[in-house]
């Protein structure tokens, strides 16, 4: 909830007024109007009507407006007016179930809430001393994830997919199975027609009532896609406050930086990196560090990063990555396949899954993904029928595990996964594996002595010395 004393000297005590001198592309520019960087202005239009708009910047005497609506009857000498300084929204319980668009109104056709607390749209994230470790796993109900990529209570990972591997499907699930209290999922760029296909087909009933949905289309002008991120992590943060373990589900973090970056164009920000200005990159890490463990409760994140073209060295992928505490990689080849959900395993990584699984589950994860990596490794060989079992342990083993480790990694939309069951899977496969291992390193040190054997007898130099 906001500390409003110490907001007070933000508060600017009297009317300031200014008007419109010139429309540049998406923004309008007025003059005479001082007001700080992320003000909410009116501008006024003859006709009796308004356009919110939000202040991203200023030049000279000028001051740089991104408009939060249509522009349609703005014209030069239209009055602006200073509408707020502090940019909040209201919370509370009764939000659970809703959906609401970019700026905290409800949009799904109910009646409007009673909330009595207000929350800041843009908050410092928690300070690293004030951090408690991670050390306790949360549920997602995905056997995937559970078992192999452990995901703790406070931390964050990414989603990366290209588009239609089922990146929206693996939210669902996570959004009805897992064992948070509160689940916040953030819809940010996304097509109008898939918000309802989301909320009715993936997310369902029964994960709807313990969410809350915020929206922000791609028909929706930048600054509200923006927006949306931020209201998503707000009121993930007030239901942190609350003492709740909070899921964060955010889609996409990609579309938060392209509407950034057109927002940063915009004010006339240099483009860099794929013309990405300077603040998209400053933008990611505030966003980010924002969810996480606190001493009240904590905010577990998922953030989807559309990759193009799969290239993991896309910028936004790449910044992620590194500002992320692990990430999951959804694979085209997996679900051309029809092998759901699309998770390469070998190419995701959960950083904290150490410390938040007991060490069997952990080794026994760990000799999962080195005999997935055997098999790669070999995959061309084998496919072929070039290799001949018997000349590697690992190879042979790979081969006969491999049908047990997809059956574990597939999952029916439908089927909800308890993490001992999941765990329980691990360990199971981890024990096949060293016994298949033992019984083929057996064989092999048996072979090779039978065709010692075979030689010295065949050999008469040998004969004849005995």
Same mark, same amino acid.
């Given at each position: 909830?906001?500390?409003?004393?110490?907001?007070?000297?933000?508060?600017?005590?009297?009317? +300031?007024?200014?008007?419109?001198?010139?429309?540049?592309?998406?923004? %309008?520019?007025?003059?005479?109007?001082?007001? =700080?960087?992320?003000?909410?202005?009116? +501008?006024?239009?003859?006709?009796?009507?308004?356009?919110?708009?939000?202040?991203?910047?200023?030049?000279?005497?000028?001051? +740089?407006?991104?408009?939060?609506?249509?522009?349609?009857?703005?014209?030069?000498?239209?009055?602006?007016?200073?509408?707020?300084?502090?940019?909040?929204?209201?919370?509370?319980?009764?939000?659970?179930?809703? &959906?609401?668009?970019?700026?905290?109104?409800?949009?799904?056709?109910?009646?409007?809430?009673?909330?009595?607390?207000?929350?800041?749209?843009?908050?410092?994230?928690? /300070?690293?001393? #004030?951090?408690?470790?991670?050390?306790?796993?949360?549920?997602?109900?995905?056997?995937?994830?559970?078992?192999?990529?452990?995901?703790?209570?406070?931390?964050r990972l990414g989603i990366f997919a290209a588009?239609? &591997?089922?990146? !929206?499907?693996?939210?669902? %699930? %996570?959004?009805?199975?897992?064992?948070?209290?509160?689940?916040?999922?953030?819809?940010?760029g996304e097509r109008g027609r898939e918000v309802?296909?989301?909320?009715?087909?993936?997310?369902?009933?029964?994960?709807?009532?313990?969410?809350?949905?915020?929206?922000? $289309?791609?028909?929706?002008?930048?600054?509200?896609?923006?927006?949306?991120?931020?209201?998503?992590?707000?009121?993930?943060?007030?239901?942190?406050?609350?003492?709740?373990?909070?899921?964060?589900? %955010?889609?996409?973090?990609?579309?938060?930086?392209?509407?950034?970056?057109?927002?940063?164009?915009?004010?006339?920000? =240099?483009?860099?990196?794929?013309?990405?200005?300077? @603040? $998209?990159?400053?933008?990611?890490?505030?966003?980010?560090?924002?969810?996480?463990?606190?001493?009240?409760?904590?905010?577990?994140?998922?953030?989807?990063?559309?990759?193009?073209?799969?290239?993991? #060295?896309?910028?936004?992928?790449?910044?992620?990555?590194?500002?992320? #505490?692990?990430?999951?990689?959804?694979?085209?080849?997996?679900?051309?396949?029809? /092998?759901?959900?699309?998770?390469?395993?070998?190419? @995701?990584? !959960?950083?904290?899954?150490? #410390?938040?699984?007991?060490?069997?589950?952990?080794?026994?994860?760990?000799?999962?993904?080195?005999?997935?990596?055997?098999?790669?490794?070999?995959?061309d060989l084998i496919t072929i029928g070039a290799?001949?079992?018997?000349?590697?342990?690992?190879?042979? &083993?790979?081969?006969?595990?491999?049908?047990?480790?997809?059956?574990?990694?597939?999952?029916?939309?439908?089927?909800?996964?308890?993490?001992?069951? @999941?765990?329980?899977?691990?360990?199971?496969?981890?024990?096949?594996?060293?016994?298949?291992?033992?019984?083929? $390193?057996?064989?092999?040190?048996?072979?090779?002595?039978?065709?010692?054997?075979?030689?010295?007898?065949?050999?008469?130099?040998?004969?004849?010395?005995?």
């Amino acid at each position: 909830m906001i500390d409003f004393k110490s907001h007070l000297e933000h508060i600017i005590p009297a009317e +300031i007024e200014g008007s419109v001198t010139q429309s540049l592309g998406i923004t %309008m520019i007025a003059n005479g109007f001082p007001v =700080p960087v992320g003000s909410l202005a009116e +501008i006024r239009i003859p006709n009796g009507g308004s356009v919110l708009a939000e202040v991203i910047g200023f030049k000279n005497e000028s001051t +740089i407006l991104f408009p939060l609506g249509r522009q349609e009857g703005v014209r030069p000498g239209c009055r602006v007016r200073l509408a707020r300084t502090l940019r909040w929204l209201r919370v509370g319980d009764a939000l659970l179930g809703r &959906v609401l668009d970019a700026q905290g109104h409800v949009i799904d056709g109910k009646s409007q809430p009673l909330l009595n607390h207000r929350v800041l749209f843009e908050q410092p994230p928690p /300070h690293p001393c #004030d951090r408690p470790r991670i050390q306790e796993p949360l549920p997602t109900g995905v056997k995937a994830i559970d078992g192999l990529l452990t995901c703790g209570k406070g931390q964050r990972l990414g989603i990366f997919a290209a588009a239609g &591997v089922g990146k !929206s499907v693996l939210l669902g %699930m %996570m959004a009805r199975y897992t064992a948070a209290d509160v689940i916040v999922i953030g819809l940010i760029g996304e097509r109008g027609r898939e918000v309802n296909d989301f909320i009715e087909r993936d997310l369902g009933p029964e994960g709807l009532k313990k969410s809350v949905v915020v929206v922000a $289309t791609s028909s929706e002008p930048a600054i509200l896609r923006v927006q949306a991120a931020y209201a998503a992590s707000a009121i993930a943060e007030y239901f942190r406050d609350q003492g709740k373990d909070v899921l964060l589900l %955010m889609d996409s973090l990609t579309r938060f930086a392209l509407a950034q970056r057109e927002i940063g164009l915009a004010a006339g920000e =240099p483009p860099t990196t794929r013309g990405y200005p300077p @603040s $998209t990159f400053a933008l990611l890490p505030r966003l980010v560090e924002r969810a996480g463990r606190t001493p009240q409760g904590s905010i577990t994140a998922f953030y989807t990063v559309l990759v193009e073209g799969n290239d993991p #060295d896309e910028p936004v992928a790449d910044a992620v990555r590194g500002l992320l #505490d692990g990430h999951i990689w959804l694979s085209r080849s997996l679900a051309n396949r029809g /092998h759901y959900p699309a998770i390469d395993v070998l190419e @995701s990584l !959960s950083r904290l899954m150490p #410390d938040i699984v007991d060490p069997r589950h952990y080794q026994s994860a760990l000799q999962i993904r080195d005999i997935m990596g055997v098999y790669r490794e070999h995959e061309d060989l084998i496919t072929i029928g070039a290799y001949r079992r018997g000349s590697h342990p690992k190879v042979d &083993v790979s081969i006969q595990i491999r049908d047990a480790i997809n059956n574990f990694l597939r999952q029916n939309v439908e089927h909800r996964a308890e993490f001992n069951e @999941s765990k329980d899977s691990v360990i199971k496969l981890g024990d096949q594996i060293n016994d298949a291992l033992r019984a083929a $390193t057996t064989s092999q040190h048996a072979g090779k002595e039978a065709t010692g054997r075979q030689v010295m007898a065949g050999n008469p130099a040998t004969r004849s010395g005995s």
